[in-house]
């Protein structure tokens, strides 16, 4: 029997509902793929020309319709359709959909099109669907006190360092070619980049196309000890593994895990954070809530067993049993926190369940009675996670939500860390989110630029902090220059800028105390300072991208960046959702389908699925037709179809 009449029995069974679904592309043409008994074929016809939210969702008809014929069926499909395209390279396309496809299948299965789910499910895969309006919720707290930030103590501060986004590369080899097809370099991927085969010999200590070789990472913390010896502890917010996320196994990722937490031990006292790149797949960090037989539990056990020799047996063993998350006190009498922030991020695609939970696995409310015991106990805290709330990758929603705790508990925060962007960042808190001013600042996330030299040179952070209050006072950045003739025979570590020389005496009045906070107030005026003087924020710009470019940010670039240096909540980042697919080929971009290295690469999937019908709706058809049969395009799809009634097998 032909796998396509077995498709059309089993959709025949689905309930069939006498209401059509209308939906238009950009012109109001009206789309007929949800009516009645359409075909397959009918709806890949409809969206050949549209770029929509709504043939977004036609689309997924067709995905889902190829999803519930199993995992293998979805995953062959795709991969021939990336292939075909020449989105990425045959190996890449093969290994990025054979890891993360049968997520997305997954979600496919639940998911019912025409919801909440599928429009940001169309959004972060396709880009074709703009944010959903946030759904009302109010986080569960005790009444917030009557109580205001601490004022300095005016003690001798202590050094605190901060590293992030090390991406340690173990199968990096000096001599292989530095300029490959891939987005990370630096590999014998073929015989042609392999040492002695090609014309761009990768140096010993690391290139920008490529993650960092261990001798980097060996170096960061050699610099560390040399510039920093009195350094109180580290804070490390996060991702371990490399970004050949193609290639990525259970087994790799521990023992990449295990290796780059191994050699962090010289640093001393270190508290870590989950990164979405330390697990695999990439960004799979299943809810305890969903149906799946796929878990993450390993990757717990092995961050939690390499953390308890810093966090100590019970915050280890919270760490295991609560997804990465834990609590613990410092010998300095400082509360950290630890959260693992990929259950609010929109790349883990173990979130779009039929219905998205408010508070996945239930990290909110463990947060709030933390913070909670912790105001009790009159402690100080500092919140550290791996990804920004306010960036882009942060589902607004959730985003929103956190946003309440940090504003609930200002007076109990001194701070929060975070890593992900790969730049040296912050943003800012108000109780105004939507009129950001100096007076409504209320706290400040300090994120930190990344080792990895794929999005500028390499750096560490290190924070001047009260030893009373734990508010920072000021930072140093230190980096080294990859770009130097004599890099290559050792990194040269020195100080790039610290924050109260660069900008504290172009400020009214001057704020170059030593002894005084850097609060919410003062990131909100240097804001402010960036916005009236050019130079100042072009400057800033360069630091941001760690000293590597020249390039300049001015009109909608800069207005955007303030924007978002502005904004806790990413619903206020002024970040826009444009489209990653094209549904009719522009012959004239033939030459610029692979994809490019962005700052914290996730999800490899993503720029294939958001570019594969790049070869047009033609290219989608004859992989369909060559995996499942010219025949399967005839596949009946009832009106309103959803989910429901499907005995779907879950991943």
Known sequence: MRFSSIVAGVLAILPVFTSGLTISDTTGRALNAYSKRSTVSDIVSDIENAASCSACEALLVVLKVLAHTGNDNFVSVITEICILAGIEDDDVCAGAIG???????????????????????????????????????????????????PAPSGNCPLQVVHISDIHVDLSYETGASYNCTKNICCRPYTTADALGNNNYPAGA????????????????????????????FTIFTGDVVEGAVWLVTDTEVTNDLNDAY???????????????????????????????????????DTMSSDWSSWIGATAAAEANSNYGSYSVLTSEGLRIISVNTNFWYKQNFWLYEATMERDPSGQLAWLVTELEGAETAGERVWLMGHMPLGSSDAFHDQSQYFDQIIQRFDATISAVFYGHTHQDEFEIAYSTPAAPTAGTAVMVSYIAP?????????????????????????????YTNISSPTYQSGPVWEKLYSVKEAYGSLLTPPYTDPTAELTPAFWHNVTVLFENDDAVFQ????????????????????????????????????????????????DSNTTSLKSTHTDCEGSAILPILGAFTASGVTGLTNALVDKLGSDWLDTEVPANYTAVGWNATSS
């Open 99 to 149: 890891l993360e496809g049968p997520i997305l299948a997954h979600d496919l299965r639940v998911m019912t099109v025409g919801t909440r789910t599928s429009q940001l499910f169309c959004l972060t895969v396709f880009g074709l669907c703009q944010w959903p309006a946030i759904e009302a919720y109010t986080v569960s707290m005790t009444p917030k006190p009557a109580t205001s930030r």
């Open 205 to 232: 200590y690391g290139e920008h196309t490529c993650d960092s070789p261990v001798t980097l990472e060996e170096s960061l913390y050699s610099a560390i000890e040399s510039l920093v010896p009195n350094k109180a």
């Open 262 to 300: 191994s050699r962090m031990k010289s640093l001393g006292q270190t508290y870590a954070v989950v990164g979405n790149h330390d697990s695999s797949p990439v960004n799979s960090f299943p809810p305890g809530a969903v149906d799946t037989t796929i878990s993450t539990q390993w990757a717990y």
């Open 450 to 478: 990344a080792l990895t030299p794929t999005s500028g040179n390499p750096t560490f952070r290190v924070y001047d902090v009260d030893p009373v209050t734990f508010a920072i006072l000021d930072y140093t950045v230190y």
């Open 539 to 586: 400057a800033w710009y360069a630091r941001r991208g760690r000293d590597f470019s020249s390039a300049t940010c001015t009109g909608s670039c800069k207005t955007a960046f303030l924007c978002e240096l502005r904004a806790s909540q990413s619903q206020y980042n002024c970040g826009t959702v444009s489209p990653g697919i094209n549904f009719k080929r522009d």
